[in-house]
């Protein structure tokens, strides 16, 4: 194959690629509304457990200002990437071995659930 030729098909091969990869990126602001409404509750308004439905839950909710997940639900070796995050979203922790009163939001759209992963990921400090 000529090296133009070689060249192009790589170019095209990687294109491909990120096309039919899933972005997770989504809108840190956004996800803040959806999370007030949807997890604060729970989690709390900064992401540390300790919202007024989380004080008598037991186990907690997770605190999400250490930035650690434990799930790794599209079972690929890596724990706490924005699928897995995604996953535990829709359908809940329990699915996954986690606590069942993390119940799952099948409802958000794709975007909501991208927005939402965002925002809990700027709550690390």
């Known amino acids: 194959m000529h090296p133009t030729a070689r060249s ?5 091969a990687v294109a491909a690629l990120a096309i039919a ?5 989504g809108d840190a602001a956004a996800g803040k509304a959806v999370y007030d409404t ?9 992401g ?7 004080a008598v839950l037991n186990p907690p ?3 999400f200002s250490a930035g650690d997940f434990k799930f790794d639900a599209n079972k690929n070796g890596t724990a706490g990437e924005d699928e897995d995050l995604a996953l535990v979203t829709r359908k ?3 699915t996954y071995g986690g606590s069942p ?3 799952g ?21």
Request: some cysteine.
């Open 8 to 12: 192009i098909a790589r170019l095209i």
């Open 21 to 25: 990869a899933p972005s997770w990126a």
């Open 38 to 46: 949807s997890c604060a509750s729970c989690h709390g308004p900064d």
């Open 48 to 54: 540390k457990g300790d919202g007024p439905v989380g």
């Open 61 to 63: 909710p997770r605190d």
């Open 92 to 94: 809940g922790a329990l």
């Open 101 to 103: 009163l993390m119940a």
């Open 105 to 125: 939001w099948p409802t958000l759209t794709d975007e909501q659930v991208a927005d939402v992963i965002a925002f809990i990921r700027s709550l690390k400090e």
